[in-house]
């Protein structure tokens, strides 16, 4: 098969195309053809050397991928409702870069109807992040409300159209008038570009002073602190990536006196039967928004797989709005 691969740690030139093996599927395991791939911040930080494969999983970059099953644990797939032929979109710990992957099969979910492979391409690394974290880890309900911190990155755009599409009010914060824009049209209550305004005292006027129950915070370092300072009384902050720095400090006693909650998580070396379960509440829960369209994709821009380096640029621009697709 040809696959893009990281020949040594380094900036986007590093990746080159490749011919590999085809890989092999084992118990639980499905092998698909793929036709789209997602690039997601995790696949830069590999390519850089920061952020290396979990033990077991191919050493090729990406997460994500959707195709047609052309084999796998025949038993598996069958109990599963799945089978060969069938069009999925699959979350993975490695090897999406590459014209075979093989999946769990627990991590596999059918592509939306009436979506194209590189939309479904675009679904699991988000979906999967998104669920797990603002509807897993800080339990956003109904009614309550969110800030995302970089709302028209992929996860934001995600974020934003899943939580309002379960009923919650969305704040995000963006370095554009452009980009702030992108969020208001896909549903975002608040956009604070966050270059010309202090967001935390936007956060606090937009909420009569209250703060949000819930944020989303991929930037960590200082942010952590002003985080803090956003949160409503009970409110909970999930940190899912340090684009910041890991450095934060913030008001312990804050934290005691209003009984906020701040954690984190990071989805790749979660254990297979945690993936599946996010898969199965997806499913049920928001596949439906996706068929109905009631969650759009918002894809920035589609490549020929070959040109992984050239959206690997884009990716670490900060340009882009949604998601960077490459199809084969």
Known sequence: MKAI?????????????VERPDPLAGIGECL???????INRPDVLQRKGAYPAPVGASDLPGLEVAGRIV????????AAGLGVGDAVCALVAGGGYAELCVAPIGQCLPVPTGWTMAEAASLPETCFTVWSNVFGRAALQPGESLLI???SSGIGVTAIQMAKALGSRVL???GSAAKAEACLKLGADVAINYREQDFVAEVKRSTDGRGVDVILDMVAGSYV????????DDGRMVIIAVQGGVDARFDAGAVLRRRLTVSGSTLRPRSLPFKAGVARALRERVWPLLASRVIAPVIYRELPAS???QAHVLMESG????KIVLSW
């Open 307 to 309: 040109e992984a380096a």
């Open 5 to 17: 691969a990281i020949n040594r740690p380094g900036g986007p030139e590093v990746l080159q195309m």
């Open 172 to 174: 995000v914060t963006v």
């Open 149 to 151: 911190h970089g709302g």
């Open 32 to 38: 698909i053809a793929v036709e789209a791939y997602g």
């Open 71 to 78: 084999g796998g644990d025949a038993d598996a797939l069958a």
């Open 225 to 232: 602190e002003r985080g803090v300072q956003c949160l409503a």
């Open 319 to 322: 340009e882009h709005i949604g």
